[in-house]
Nanobody
Framework: QVQLVESGGGLVQAGGSLRLSCAAS????????????MGWFRQAPGKEREFVAA????????YYTDSVKGRFTISRDNPKNTVYLQMNGLKPEDTAVYYC??????????????????????WGQGTHVDVSA
């Protein structure tokens, strides 16, 4: 079982920045599979959980939802099994609980695969991000 621990959430004013971190531990997250990836999802109050960003472990291809493109950047530190989400230009609508997710497996070329919750087998407990107007 892979454990994911998020950190870096908090309260910030609109226009500010936060960096979220997610470290994988326990049974080592295996980045050796062609489709291994880590991602971030978020759930705002009263809404369903939605995809934010993801990064493939091999090659580093990134995926973003349209609403965060140009403001958020996902990156990884392979030796540390850690993924980061740098969030700049935060808006009140970014307020949510942010969840880290990880998958280890073969690559899928299906459209939008890495943006789907079902692609990920391990999840963190979530970290709160609160953006005030």
């Amino acid at each position: 079982q892979v454990q994911l621990v998020e950190s870096g959430g908090g309260l910030v004013q609109a226009g500010g920045s936060l960096r979220l971190s997610c470290a994988a531990s326990g049974r080592t997250f295996s980045g050796s599979f062609s489709g291994s990836a880590m991602g971030w999802f978020r759930q705002a109050p009263g809404k369903e959980r939605e995809f934010v960003a993801a990064i493939r472990w091999i090659g580093g291809m990134t995926y973003y939802t349209d609403s965060v493109k140009g403001r958020f950047t996902i990156s990884r530190d392979n030796p540390k099994n850690t993924v980061y989400l740098q969030m700049n230009g935060l808006k009140p609508e970014d307020t949510a609980v942010y969840y880290c997710a990880a998958r280890a497996g073969a690559h899928s070329g299906a459209q939008g695969f890495y943006t789907q919750e079902y692609a990920y087998g391990s999840w963190g407990q979530g970290t709160h991000v609160d953006v005030s107007a």
